[in-house]
């Protein structure tokens, strides 16, 4: 039998605000265990959370990316459950009236087709603390430096039908959060995180199969791979003769496999009710007005104005945007360089790229500014190195040896483009080959190849090779 | 010769401004009455004797450096509900018996920065709920009009302690009656103010959307003066509003002819006791003479005020209370076997059964399947009592009625009965419900107990509540009766 596979996402990303949501304690990262909790985040008898503001701000600016309604009105519930590093017993979160209703997301496939995600609803709600099960001997350590940092959970319509779609979206929204500066995107340190529900029913059939939700995958390679191992078990599971049980699994990426945490019958009933702490949230038009002012120029648009603006091919231009860093890379590099956008490109997703890759860094951390790249790009468009040698000055440029100039000078790559003495090695070259002279001027046309190779092999490359062509041509026709 | 005691807190700030005590005189004789009556009381669960005797000295010096307010080196007594730094504060719960606060209840703060100067931390209903003081850990507190009944609840420890003069006032907290219904029953006044008047910051939550904080005293002056102090914004509590406040002693003598006042036909009907009622309808005739006028009105939707009231406290209960879980802070069980079993036992042994009660019936109202039909339906009520109290204040300034069916029962008498102890609070959680003011002023007394007269007021009227009750006790001395034992 065909499958089709049925996917929906909640995504955690937390929100970049300096204090948690509801207290003054920093939300910064690392720090020792226990020392960013103030008397709310612990919980303590008597304290009572106020709402951070900030985070009623980014809320909104992703209700307005996705082209969502941004709730007049929503209420904060409580969600009640017990767990060591949920200091109140419950988790301040909105159930019934979230702060962002419904909107879409459109992605593009590796393909280029572009597909329209749902999204069902983002709402705002606290993260809870850490339970440290290794390092206390046959007890847990709490750490709550984390309980009360900001969350938006993002949740998707079961509109994805691969793997690989999951993935499109989720590093959409990754994007998008960080184009929106309401998210640094970090996925090792946590702050952007998701949950899938992942089906499988008939290819044809209407009904969803029962779901199983996979928790807490921290990166894009875990979700592919763990949506692909859950399809493949549900699969298998019903060909033999089995059911799928609704419940929530574990990733383990070590052994590829997921794994039962807790079936529906285990599962919280959670008691949501409005928080009777906190307000209604109200947000007012003008407030919406306001923040529809400082809104960036979002991923879409941007890749619009690179395919108009600098005429670049939409799948360049969809690389470029892929991130808010490397888009600001690429124009700050041709900004430098006053054009030569195609240049930029290409260096950019091929030689940067590749490098970024093997080293396993992201743009932010590369060792080359767009200051430095442009002083390279610039001396292969004034003609000073050919494009070969200039990945040689990349290499020393990532190695940290110095400015594009710096190491053209002191490694003598500066191309010859002496027309005088290029000649003068030319000449020399066509008196020391006559038998392939000969050949050459008999009808042998690609042996000026040989003559080139001559030259460069003399010049140690850096004659420059148009002026090569030209001039040996130029004398060899003659 | 008076003896200090036996005069009402505003009294004692007139004698402290006139330089006819000091401040560590006045602390001292009350410590000195503590130590003597409280035995037979049990109204503190905490003294806080040297801390009160340095905080003190500071108002005698703050006084001498000429930088003194009404409330300077007036000694209080704290419900043990507020968190205190570095006092124990254990809300009469077992859970809390280990728990020293690290910060400071708003409230608290308040009272600091006027320099009133705290006794110690006063009994209470476990978690403040109770009616009578009986579910406390540390045992009942006692009604000093008579020792073998109770004071009331769930601020039963400052309401004896002040009926008593063990401290000439008091903070008491109020979720359903908790001020009014033990104010009446030991003779003294009491405030419940409008919901968001007081922060609720450090104030430990039973029912976030009903607790409200409030003064205890001998007299409506005497709470005019401690309101004046306690009200006030706080960013730290989402719920307090940003109200002016109104200046209540300044408020106090004005006239109230012409005033309307409201009777519920529902407060005056079957459950009330006979006596009681004769003494509601002389304090009203009291009003008729200084020219005001009664009107009987009807409040259709009292009597779904307790259901409802029984399904939104415990709800938000269950919830507030998950707290105590053991992990952080409070009692811990021994040698917990595994985290489940350390959460059932720590929870188990450091609740009490009224506690437990509650939160089992919360957690009921709320689960998946009940919630449509308990709690939802429950604030759907609270909205029909709001708008009776709206329709009756477009025609009255005023309700009045008794604060409770019957003056004060005995210790143990409705102990094993929750549903007539939960009736005790019949006239008062309607109050609560609406969010509204709410006042207990002494009325007159039912073989040898007091009586409480219950005057309801619109939003922020604090100023016009304190104002009547002080028109009735300008006529009229029961509150300054003080119980022969404890003269």
Known sequence: MEWETVIGLEIHAQLKTRSKIFSGASTAYGAEPNTQACTVDLGLPGVLPVLNKEVVRMATK??????????????????????????KGYQISQFELPVVKAGTLTITLDDGETKVIGVTRAHLEEDAGKSLHEDFHGMTGIDLNRAGTPLLEIVSEPDMRSAREAVAYMRKIHSLVQYLDICDGNMQEGSFRCDANVSVRPK????????????????????ERAINYEVQRQIDLIEDGGEVVQETRLYDPDRNETRSMRSKEEANDYRYFPDPDLLPLVIEPEFIEQVKKEMPELPDEKKAR?????????????????????????????????????????WMNGELAARLNRDAIEIEQAPVSADAFAGLLRRIVDNTISGKIAKEVFDAMWN??????????????????????????????????????????GGQAKLLGYFVGQVMKATQGKANPAQVNQILKQKLDS | MTALHQYSLAALSRGLAAGDFSSVELAQHFLDRIAAHDKRLNSFITVTAEQALAAAEAADARRAA??????????????????????????????????????????????????????????????AMGSSNETSWYGPAKNPWDVERVPGGSSGGSAAAVAARLAPGATGTDTGGSIRQPAALCGITGLKPTYGRVSRWGMIAFASSLDQAGPMAPSAEDCALLLQAMAGFDERDSTCMEQPVDDYV??????????????????????????????????????????????????PNSHLSAPAYYVVAPAECSSNLSRFDGVRFGHRCENPKDLEDMYCRSRGEGFGDEVKRRIL???????????????????????????????????????????????????GEKADDPISMYLSDIYTIAVNLAGLPGMSVPAGQVDGLPVGLHIVGNYWSEARLLNVAHCLQMETDWHQQIPEAFK
């Not at chain 1, 108009?308 to 041709?334: C, K, M, P, Q």
């Not at chain 2, 009681?276 to 009987?296: D, F, N, T």
């Not at chain 2, 019936?361 to 109290?389: P, W």
């Open chain 1, 400 to 441: 940290g040896e110095g400015s594009a100039d710096e190491i053209i000078d002191s490694r003598g790559l500066k191309q010859i483009t002496d027309s005088g003495a290029i000649e003068a090695i030319i000449d020399n070259v066509i008196a020391n080959n006559p038998s392939q002279v000969e050949q050459y001027r």
């Open chain 2, 250 to 299: 300044g408020a106090l003598e004005q006239g109230i002819e012409g005033l309307r006042i409201g009777l519920p036909k529902e407060y005056f009907a079957e459950g009330l006791d006979d006596a009681v009622e004769a003494r509601i309808r002389e304090a009203l005739k009291v009003y008729e003479s200084l020219g005001a006028e009664l009107v009987e009105i009807s409040l």
């Open chain 1, 62 to 87: 992703f209700g307005l990316a996705i082209g969502a309604e941004v709730a007049r009105k929503s209420v904060f519930a409580r969600k009640n459950y017990f767990y060591p590093d949920l200091p």
């Open chain 2, 361 to 411: 019936v919360g957690t009921y109202a709320l689960s998946a399947g009940y919630y449509d039909a308990y709690y939802l339906k429950a604030q759907q009520i609270r909205r029909l009592i709001s708008n009776d109290f709206t329709e009756a204040f477009a025609e009255v300034d005023v309700i009045m009625g008794p604060t409770t069916p019957t003056p004060a029962f005995r210790l």
């Open chain 1, 204 to 223: 044809g059939q209407e009904a969803f199969g029962t779901r199983t939700e996979i928790k807490n995958i921290n990166s894009f390679r875990f979700v």
């Open chain 1, 306 to 346: 690179f395919e108009s603006e600098h005429g670049l091919s939409s799948y360049d231009a969809n690389v470029l945007i892929a991130s808010r860093a490397t888009a600001d890379y690429f124009e700050a590099v041709v900004a430098e360089l006053g054009g030569e956008a195609k240049l930029v490109a290409n």
């Open chain 2, 66 to 127: 000429g930088d003194a307010g009404p409330l300077t080196g007036i000694p209080l007594a704290q419900k043990d509900i507020f968190n205190t730094r570095g006092v124990r504060t254990s809300c009469g719960s077992r859970m809390l018996d280990n728990y020293i606060a690290p910060y400071d209840a708003c409230v608290i703060e308040n009272f600091d920065a006027s320099g009133a100067v705290m006794l110690g931390k006063t009994n209470m209903d476990e978690f």
